[in-house]
Structure formats: structure tokens, C-alpha cells
């Protein structure tokens, strides 16, 4: 018996889970519009100067790489820097979504991309 | 800098937003939350459609963040709001979802798989993607890819055993 062909009269995808042809269209046309209406919203902001932003790119790569995430330092902090904060992987989602780190998309995805990453 | 290709976008949706469906179903466990996923997945791809840089298929690529966009759904959601008894057991909820005893138990058994080993089982076995896109998707080498899938086959394959479940057919 094979345990994936549940009606081998109409074969689907092994995994059981069959998406009709309008329900996916449908779900196409939603994710489409909501992407393309979506470009308009304003990046989150991001004032650190350029080099500040590729060392903390960099440190955070190889932290997230060890397991560990840092904070970026306080964009309004160039006169009394804060230390690093290093957190679990965990900590540092919770941090995210709750908007305590302003990380933008961009910048979250392009580290993702770059280090291979895919799960925080 | 050359401007975004809307219609190529939503070419990319419309193609594959089935499988995305999928792949999301199978993470979430839920028809709204994956629906949700594949809708956030799609805001991000457009929005970093400029940065993809052509080392992959556009849609490997774009089936990695659909994948990684159900990860963090998952670890967003508190189990208690989110998951009922079956979902528990990894049976995934969905009006599209139909299995009989032996695939509802080879879910069960992935659910018990690691993590990594649940990815590439599902990744290679239920969307027979190839190594290579396996490993561009998961950022890993194909050798430990082959080690994992061997590993998690042979755990399922197992557990299948002992429920008096011919093993499934796995490449």
C-alpha cells in the first residue's frame, strides 16, 4: 500500500492537500493586491548613517550565525552609545515583533537571504 | 535602477500560489493562518523583488520566503489560541486537506521529525523538489540535505512499522 495515493482514481499532490483552481486564483488575486498596495507604505525608519548600518549588518550576520541576535545601538545615540545587547534567537523575535528593534524588511530579508537563515 | 515588473509579480503569484498554500498548510496547520502567510509572504517578496539576485529561481526564491514567513507564523502563534487536538498530532486543518488512516499517520510521524529533518522531508517528499533547490531554499549543503532525508525516512518509515503501515514509497 502506498500511503500517500489516498484515490488513485484522481491522483493530487502526495501530501493530501488539494487547492482548487479558483480558491488559488482567488488567494493569487488577495496576496497580489494586498503586495502591489502595500509598496506605498512608508519604510520604517531607518536614520543611522550608512556606516553604522553595514557594521551593525555585519555584527548582527555573524551573530545570528552563532545562534545569538544583537540589538542595533539607539539611532539617537551617536552621543552616549548603548552596548550591544545580545539576546536567544527567541528573545530577539519577540523583540521584533513587538517593534522594540527598528529593523527594516529590507534589511531583515536581505540578512535572511544572505546567511542563509530560515528560522529566527 | 530598472523599475519593478508588476505583472511579472503577479505572474510568479498566480503560478504558484497553490503550492505556497501548501507548503504553508503544512507549517501552520491552519486554512486562515496559511492564507495569511501566503498574503505577507507575497508583501515581502514585492517588496524585496529589486534585491533578488538571480543565484536561484525566482521561484525558489520566492518559495523560501513563503517557507520562512510560515515558520515565523508558527512561532508567532501561542499553541493555545491557535492549534486544536489534530494540529496537535500535525494534521493540518483545511477544507482541502483529505487523507485516509495511512497519510493521517505519516503526518503524525513528520510532526515528531526535527525540525530540520520535518523541512526537508516535506520539501523533497510531498513537493519532490530537487536537492539543489532544497538546498537553496534551506541555505545548506546537499550532503547534509541527503542525511537529514535519509535519517527522517527512516524514522517514518518506522513508525509506520509499528502501526502496521507498509512503509510509503521514497526515493
Known sequence: MNAMKTNPST???RDGIHVPADFAADLAARASAKALSAQWTPARTVTLPR???????????AAVAAGVFMFRPDEQ???NPTPPVTLSADDAWTALDEGQVTLTDDELFELAETHGITTL | ????????FTELVQRHAALWYRVALRVVLDHAAAQDVV???CV????AWDSFRGTSARSTWAYRVVLNEA????RRARPTETLDASQHAGIPDSPYFEADAALTALYQAVASLPERQRLVFQLRYFDELPYADIASVLGTSEGGLKANYHHAVAKIKKQLAELN????EAS
Request: hydrophobic fraction near 50%; aromatic fraction near 10%.
Open chain 1, 11 to 13: 491522483p493530487g499532490p
Open chain 1, 51 to 61: 556606516w553604522r548600518r553595514i557594521l551593525w549588518t555585519a555584527a548582527s550576520a
Open chain 1, 77 to 79: 545615540g551617536s552621543a
Open chain 2, 1 to 8: 535602477m530598472q523599475a519593478k515588473d508588476s505583472a511579472e
Open chain 2, 39 to 41: 498574503q505577507d509572504a
Open chain 2, 44 to 47: 515581502k517578496i514585492w517588496g
Open chain 2, 71 to 74: 515558520l515565523t507564523a508558527k
Open chain 2, 165 to 168: 503501515l507498509d512503509a510509503f
